[in-house]
């Protein structure tokens, strides 16, 4: 029984969304897909208002419907050779990790701190 050749699936998109869609990915800081989706269906017109992005309206629809599975598919080979940064929302230093008020377990009925109390100090 001979075997059939694998059809393939004509390339949805192309070059030009590729490019969008790095540019976009770069500009917002190298989202994850599922993000950048949500970006993609709400930025894009944002971007070209001030002049961004110039887009033709084939490319645009295609951005604006793209799945989170296709954008991280598109984006693997950027994902590879991009630089690595840190987040700009991850602190490095321990302040952050404090308890910001003291006094909101009074407020928010969080149990209070244990330990010993001045009055009961000697």
Same mark, same amino acid.
Not at 23 to 48: D, S
Not at 82 to 104: E, G, V, W
């Given at each position: 029984m001979?075997?059939?050749?694998?059809?393939?699936n004509r390339?949805?998109? *192309?070059?030009?969304v590729?490019a #969008? $869609?790095?540019?976009?990915?770069?500009?917002f /800081?190298c989202?994850?897909?599922?993000?950048l989706?949500? !970006?993609?269906? &709400?930025q !894009?017109? !944002? $971007?070209?208002?001030? /002049?961004e992005?110039?887009? *033709? +309206? *084939? %490319?645009?629809?295609? $951005?604006? @419907?793209?799945? #989170?599975a %296709?954008v991280?598919?598109?984006?693997r080979t950027?994902?590879? &050779? #991009? +630089? &690595? @940064?840190?987040r700009p929302?991850q #602190?490095?230093?321990a302040?952050?990790?404090?308890?910001p008020? +003291?006094? $909101?377990?009074?407020?928010?009925? =969080?149990?209070? @701190?244990r330990?010993r @109390?001045?009055? *009961? =100090?000697?």
């Amino acid at each position: 029984m001979k075997s059939r050749p694998r059809r393939r699936n004509r390339r949805v998109y *192309d070059e030009q969304v590729r490019a #969008a $869609l790095t540019k976009v990915w770069y500009l917002f /800081g190298c989202l994850c897909g599922k993000r950048l989706v949500v !970006v993609l269906r &709400t930025q !894009v017109p !944002v $971007l070209e208002k001030f /002049g961004e992005l110039a887009l *033709d +309206p *084939d %490319t645009r629809q295609k $951005l604006t @419907r793209i799945s #989170a599975a %296709t954008v991280d598919r598109l984006l693997r080979t950027e994902k590879r &050779t #991009a +630089p &690595t @940064r840190s987040r700009p929302y991850q #602190a490095d230093h321990a302040s952050d990790q404090r308890d910001p008020d +003291p006094h $909101l377990h009074r407020v928010a009925g =969080r149990p209070a @701190r244990r330990g010993r @109390r001045r009055s *009961d =100090r000697s």
